[in-house]
């Protein structure tokens, strides 16, 4: 067919509209461009142009520590190493060994010394001569000395150390006032935030390494205040004790430790917040010892098998395993089993939190402490006292009525249990002052077996009451059961007397 001019016409109309959507499309993409142009990225997103100016206003205020401890040797002396070899630790184990089989000094004569050294990194707080590093730098060294930028070394002593933060303060003293740091807010640092770290690895001081917070309050179980900044700027052996700056070139964490399968920076390094730090340093600086507040409890975390048992309506606060007979907590009123929820108005979530929040308050201070007992919100007023070196480690002492136990046995909650007779005191070494019901046997497939309970252990409290027999156990489990929990609260006690709390699924 011959096209008419209409089609003709319509075609050509069709095919200038199509020219009109394509340059449409052509123009929006330009515009697209334009605004990419006209908007780009925030500068710290790609990272700070240079860290140069920042590195340089504060490296004279980073020194390297060495300490050195004369120590006795066994057998063969470990040839002499360069200090901060990286392989020094592997050495020193290797010619350890070798020499067991020729030991020196068997005849009554003096041992051969060595003297044994380490290396790490410090900062100075104050121009008087002030510097902060890790306790685990000094540990017990003869001798500690202070290495500065310009190449000067002084003498340092000790003016306190405290193991449980892992940091130590020392005095050097200088013919002139030194470089200082100034300590910032960690509170205030977020995940993503840039940070340097600068220090003494493997021996190489002044070195300045770059990353970001990766995360804040890391638990990494190496001590009972652990709320670690995470970072990924490069941190080795031989950081430890140094500083991690802000950008506005301020302290915000003493680099600690490490997570690596090679033993050097894959990129999880640890930094002792200033926020944590700071009131601790001020005690040593101050009274050459730590003062922290002590409330005479031992706890433990509440899970969600014992928050449906205790009521709490969600897995929160700390839970109270043992009350110590002459902290401060028990003329207070604190009690076994209460849940503390706020400490002097501050919001306990996980038990971790409450040991950081009454080391840092005041010895002497009367606090409000909120708890929830048998699912009644109560608040007790405690006058604080202070933590000494073992008191965290007391046992606690709960007198529980004293009753005849019968012989008979019974099973409930896939535990067999026995009253406590003087046979089974001798096979368990069961103190006398323990009471309760003995575990005699667990089923392996139970939810007892899943929560680690053993033969020999004394089921004290059921439900936070006290049992004294099988039948005691057997009653009160029932009882739950009829109340429709789903688990039952044992506080179940050790040979020796040290108690903890198991949520155990009613079957």
């Not at 205020?61 to 200090?83: C, D, H, K, Y």
């Not at 340093?281 to 975390?301: A, H």
């Not at 089923?443 to 309970?453: C, G, L, Q, T, V």
């Amino acid at each position: 067919m011959v096209p008419t001019a209409e089609t003709v016409r319509a075609g050509g109309s069709a095919w200038q509209a199509a020219l009109g959507a394509v340059r449409g499309c052509a123009a929006a993409l330009a515009l697209v461009a334009s605004l990419s142009v006209a908007a780009p990225l925030p500068a710290l997103a790609k990272g700070p142009e240079s860290l140069a100016d920042l590195a340089a206003q504060v490296t004279d205020a980073v020194v390297n520590i060495s300490a050195s401890t004369t120590v006795e040797t066994r057998g063969r002396t470990m040839p002499q190493l360069p200090p901060g070899t990286p392989f020094e630790d592997l050495f020193e184990e290797f010619f350890n060994r070798r020499g067991q089989g020729n030991r020196g000094g068997d005849d009554g004569a003096p041992r051969p010394q060595r003297r044994s050294s380490s290396l790490g990194s410090g900062f100075v707080i104050d121009s008087s001569g002030i510097v902060i590093t890790n306790n685990h730098v000094i540990g017990t060294a003869n001798e500690i000395f202070v290495g500065f930028n310009d190449g000067t070394k002084l003498k340092a002593e000790i003016v306190g150390k405290d193991d449980k933060l892992d940091l130590a303060v020392l005095r050097v003293k200088p013919d002139k006032p030194l470089k200082a740091v100034p300590f910032g807010d960690s509170e205030t640092m977020r995940p993503g935030d840039w940070v340097i770290a600068i220090g003494n690895p493997f021996g190489l001081g002044g070195s300045v390494s770059a990353g970001i917070i990766s995360a804040r309050g890391r638990n990494i179980e190496s001590g009972p205040y652990d709320n670690y900044i995470q970072t990924d700027a490069a941190i080795n052996k031989g950081n430890s004790g140094g500083p991690l700056f802000n950008m506005n070139g301020e302290v915000i964490g003493i680099n600690t430790a490490i997570l690596s399968p090679t033993g050097g920076s894959v990129g999880i390094g640890f930094a002792v917040p200033s926020a944590t730090a700071l009131p601790v340093i001020n005690q040593l600086r101050e009274f050459g010892e730590t003062r922290r507040g002590w409330l005479g409890v031992r706890i433990q975390n509440v899970d969600d098998a014992t928050a449906e048992a205790l009521g709490l309506g969600g897995a929160r606060g700390a839970l109270i395993a043992g009350v110590d007979e002459k902290g401060p907590a028990k003329p207070a009123g604190l009690e076994v089993g209460d849940v503390i929820t706020k400490f002097d108005g501050r919001e306990v979530k996980e038990s971790r939190d409450l040991p950081r929040i009454v080391a840092s308050t005041p010895v002497g201070k009367a606090v409000d402490v909120t708890v929830v007992r048998k699912g009644q919100e109560l608040t007790r007023q405690v006058t604080l006292g202070r933590l000494e070196d073992g008191e965290r480690a007391q046992k606690a002492g709960l007198n529980q009525p004293s009753t005849e136990s019968p012989t008979a046995t019974r099973r409930a909650l896939g535990l067999e249990l026995s009253g406590i007779s003087e046979e089974l005191r001798r096979r368990f070494n069961i103190k006398d002052s323990v009471k309760g019901v003995v575990v005699t046997r667990v089923d392996p497939n139970s939810a007892a077996a899943d929560k680690r309970m053993q033969p020999g252990e004394v089921i004290v409290e059921v439900g936070q009451e006290p049992v004294a027999s099988p039948a005691d156990v057997t009653r009160r489990v029932e009882a739950l059961k009829k109340e429709g929990r789903k688990s039952a609260l044992l506080l179940v006690s050790n040979a020796q007397g040290e108690v903890r709390f198991v949520a155990v699924t009613i079957e």
